[in-house]
């Protein structure tokens, strides 16, 4: 039956459920990689797909190339090849502020167009944040360019980023020649170029706003957790712990109780004190040295039968969620960071959106900002253990310094061969990812967390969707449908609709998914007008990554969301001046470059 309703139906089938795929995409039921696998799995089921189509994708050059460079961009990370960088442009940030910006955003592109841009925007982050300290600003004003500037820079080589070379893969399965590594470098370096220009100008319009990660570093902000036991003849015995004034001052804030073992901050409302508790109170310097003053903590009246177990110096912290986090997917209440790390998350922002009521019942996800307090020491631990990034100090970790230059030669080596022709760039990548490895440039379980497994599911999954569309010829539907329409106007008014349709299909939903259901599109109907289909592709390549409007668009902008204490229309502000940018550009210059008409 279901093998029957395939052949007269079988567009139709594919269509709905691609339909409903974008839905699911721009609504976030489940997040891309789980949504695609679910689009494939009724394919399978309704037997539009076979197991063999599925199967052929896996010949598909996309996914070894891009997991090859996330190995390789690690390697750069962990030999502190761009702590250099880092640390000189913090130190010129305050004598040079205008100009250190202008070279800082200028080398986030010039890096971008050789590493993954996920990572080293993470690594910038901190970088930006110190920055903005330096020259007396916001890192509101500096954020969105940090994302913005990779954006573009990923724009000027093959591998800047996943969705030219996922692009390239498809347009090859289709009949299209590989592109060379720099064939869209001078668009590129043109759009780059005038694109950082205009951010620059459009700066003044992004929000002044004070975040945690400026305020934790502050010496008046500076706290101490302090511990006391309530003894046995005390008087707050039988009290609710959050109805005894010692406790609830302004510069004495209670933030848990304990129990045995057990944290009962959860319930803290309900808490009656009981001999043996352990309160722990966060409160300020001046307070703390006040107790000194005194003599031992018991020796205040207001706190009479209960022993001091010491204080220690506390700062509050936003650390950052990205993609190889180990806590993707968990819950604070899971992670029970108290008993493992003796730090105290205080709150979750997701998406300018503080989750104050239900934070730790939450599952965490990537671009999620999280506020935790406790020591210096502690919350590093936490930092390295679930690979976290400190937005308040760039990372203070070791790095294989010695072996800097064999990474970058590596990198070097990858972009040359790729240029000369010598190796298809797949094959390239993945002898460059084996010779980090090899060289211990970075190690294995370092590099297996550096590849974004989520990213690398949904290339896989979409590209079955692709093979789908074509096995029921729905590409060829599509075209049918728009051919007419445009077939009597200038061929550059079919690229510039080609482009808008991929660009409004990427601030919504994912690019990469764009990357593989506009390409063969674009493709078919380039050759059904008579126009070189080649000038299609590039326009999707760069409308495809030109997500400047939303902040879910591309995952860079999701890094810097919740950092940068942004709203939503934030990004829809500055970034409807840069989409036009590159519009603009693509529009004059993808005709120069390639001539539409063979």
């Known amino acids: 039956m279901i093998a029957s309703l395939v052949e007269p139906f079988g567009a139709l089938i594919v269509a709905a459920v691609v339909a409903v795929l974008f839905v699911a995409f721009a609504r976030e039921w489940r997040s891309p990689e789980v949504s695609a696998a679910v689009a494939v799995s009724v394919l399978l089921v309704v037997g539009v797909l076979s197991v063999d189509d599925l199967l052929s994708v896996l010949s598909n050059s996309a996914p070894a190339t891009i997991a090859g460079m996330f190995v390789i961009s690690s390697a750069l990370v962990r030999t502190g090849a761009l702590e250099a960088f880092a640390r000189r442009v913090t130190a010129r940030a305050k004598v040079h502020p205008q100009r250190t910006l202008l070279f800082f955003l200028i080398a986030i592109a010039v890096m971008s167009a050789f590493m993954n841009n996920t990572p080293l925007v993470m690594l910038m982050i901190p970088v930006a944040v110190a920055m903005a300290r330096e020259m007396k600003s916001s890192a509101s004003k500096l954020l969105i360019p940090v994302s913005f500037a990779a954006i573009l820079g990923g724009m000027c080589t093959l591998i800047g980023t996943s969705t030219n070379i996922l692009v390239d893969s498809v347009a090859q399965q289709n009949g299209i020649e590989p592109f060379h590594i720099f064939e869209?470098?001078?668009?590129?370096?043109?759009?780059?170029?005038?694109?950082?220009?205009?951010?620059?100008?459009?700066?003044?319009?992004?929000?002044?706003?004070?975040?945690?990660?400026?305020l934790s570093v502050s010496e008046n902000n500076k706290k101490f957790v302090l511990e006391a036991v309530i003894e046995d003849n005390s008087p707050h015995v039988g009290k609710k712990a959050r109805e005894v004034a010692a406790f609830n001052r302004p510069d004495r804030q209670l933030i848990d109780v304990l129990r045995a073992t057990f944290s009962l901050r959860r319930h803290m409302h309900d808490v009656v004190l009981q001999p043996g508790d352990v309160v722990v109170l966060r409160t300020s310097v001046a307070e703390l040295l006040s107790m000194k003053e005194e003599g031992d903590l018991n020796t205040a009246p207001e706190t009479e039968h209960m022993q001091s177990l010491g204080a220690r110096a506390s700062t509050v912290v936003e650390v950052l969620i990205g993609p190889d986090s180990g806590i993707l997917g968990k819950t604070l209440r899971h992670l029970r960071l108290r008993r493992r790390y003796g730090v105290y998350p205080i709150a979750l922002h997701r998406r300018g959106?503080?989750?104050?009521?239900?934070?730790?019942?939450?599952?965490?996800?990537?671009?999620?900002?999280?506020?935790?307090?406790?020591?210096?020491?502690?919350?590093?631990?936490?930092?390295?253990?679930y690979d976290l990034v400190n937005v308040s100090e760039p990372a203070a970790r070791g790095f294989r310094r010695a072996k800097a230059p064999l990474a970058i030669g590596v990198m070097a080596a990858v972009v040359v061969g790729a240029a000369l022709g010598i190796m298809p760039i797949a094959g390239l990548a993945v002898i460059g990812a084996a010779t980090v490895l090899v060289t211990r440039c970075v190690e294995v379980d370092e590099a297996v967390q550096a590849v974004d497994w989520r990213i690398l599911g949904l290339i896989i999954a979409m590209l079955g969707i692709g093979v789908a569309?074509?096995?029921?010829?729905?590409?060829?539907?599509?075209?049918?449908?728009?051919?007419?329409?445009l077939g009597g106007l200038s061929p550059i008014f079919a690229l510039g609709v080609i482009y808008i349709i991929a660009s409004v299909l990427t601030e919504a939903v994912t690019n990469n998914a764009v990357a593989v259901i506009v390409t063969p599109i674009a493709i078919a109907l380039a050759t059904s007008l008579g126009l070189d289909p080649r000038p299609f592709v590039v326009a999707v390549m760069f409308a495809a990554s030109a997500s400047f409007l939303t902040p879910i668009g591309y995952q860079t902008n999701t890094l810097v969301y919740s950092a940068g204490g942004y709203k939503f229309f934030d990004f829809v502000r500055v970034g409807i001046a840069i989409n036009l940018v590159v519009f603009t550009m693509s529009m004059i210059f993808i005709p120069i470059f390639w001539p539409l008409v063979p």
Not at 192 to 213: E, F, W
Not at 360 to 385: P, S
């Open 184 to 214: 869209i470098a001078p668009l590129g370096v043109i759009v780059a170029t005038v694109g950082i220009g205009v951010i620059l100008l459009v700066k003044r319009l992004l929000p002044d706003r004070t975040t945690v990660s400026s």
């Open 469 to 485: 569309m074509e096995k029921v010829g729905l590409v060829e539907n599509i075209v049918g449908v728009i051919a007419p329409f």
């Open 353 to 385: 959106a503080n989750l104050a009521e239900r934070f730790e019942t939450t599952a965490l996800e990537v671009g999620d900002t999280l506020l935790v307090e406790g020591a210096q020491e502690d919350l590093r631990r936490l930092v390295e253990d």
